[in-house]
T-cell receptor
Framework: GENVEQHPSTLSVQEGDSAVIKCTYS??????FPWYKQELGKGPQLIID?????GEKKDQRIAVTLNKTAKHFSLHITETQPEDSAVYFC???????????FGTGTRLKVLA | KAGVTQTPRYLIKTRGQQVTLSCSPI?????VSWYQQTPGQGLQFLFE???????NKGNFPGRFSGRQFSNSRSEMNVSTLELGDSALYLC???????????FGEGSRLTVL
């Protein structure tokens, strides 16, 4: 079946460094790729997304890149801050089937 | 604008019992989906409803069921609870099939 692989499962960086999280999806029909941030005790919140007709999108310190040929997409966080510490999930959505497949999450720790 | 509201936030049940969880989507959102979140499995898709119709279903046993009402509010039910059903159950709403999900804070179910 369809799946999304996410790496790494945990990531520790020093404050001010960059963090990169990578996902690979299997369904070539997927056309929407969001990233969610989940803080302790809360539901996931959308932080950035990209659609299949775009290769890169940036929002301040956060960027997402998409390589449709390789079925890869990545989240880049620059100048990390302690408040970036959370669990991050990638997902692949296929509009034809209304189906989301989530990655297994990355626990990011930003060390002050 | 109120977010997605889930009730109850916490509940404890014993094996063999049943449970009903409720979700009120963001006003105007017609799609509601449910996810089970456990530490090792990430977010697993349960089912998705749009205008009272189940459009998609994940790979969960028939003990897991749901429905959506005409006002878009949704409920999910789990019968004959098992220890392994202990999890955070997340509800998410979206306007239509465009993909962007808005999550509630979840209902944390503990089965003893």
């Amino acid at each position: 079946g369809e799946n999304v692989e996410q790496h790494p499962s945990t990531l520790s960086v020093q404050e001010g460094d960059s963090a990169v999280i990578k996902c690979t999806y299997s369904d070539s029909a997927s056309n929407y790729f969001p990233w969610y941030k989940q803080e302790l005790g809360k539901g996931p919140q959308l932080i950035i997304d990209i659609r299949s007709n775009v290769g890169e999108k940036k929002d301040q310190r956060i960027a997402v890149t998409l390589n449709k040929t390789a079925k890869h997409f990545s989240l880049h966080i620059t100048e990390t801050q302690p408040e970036d510490s959370a669990v991050y999930f990638c997902a692949a959505f296929t509009s034809g089937t209304y189906k989301y497949i989530f990655g297994t999450g990355t626990r990011l720790k930003v060390l002050a | 604008k109120a977010g997605v509201t889930q009730t109850p936030r916490y509940l404890i049940k014993t094996r063999g019992q049943q449970v009903t969880l409720s979700c009120s989507p963001i006003s105007g959102h017609r799609s509601v989906s449910w996810y089970q979140q456990t530490p090792g499995q990430g977010l697993q898709f349960l089912f998705e409803y749009f205008s009272e119709t189940q459009r998609n279903k994940g790979n969960f046993p028939g003990r897991f069921s749901g429905r959506q009402f005409s006002n878009s509010r949704s409920e999910m039910n789990v019968s004959t609870l098992e220890l392994g059903d202990s999890a955070l159950y997340l509800c998410a709403s979206s306007i239509d099939h465009t993909g962007e999900l808005f999550f509630g804070e979840g209902s944390r179910l503990t089965v003893l």
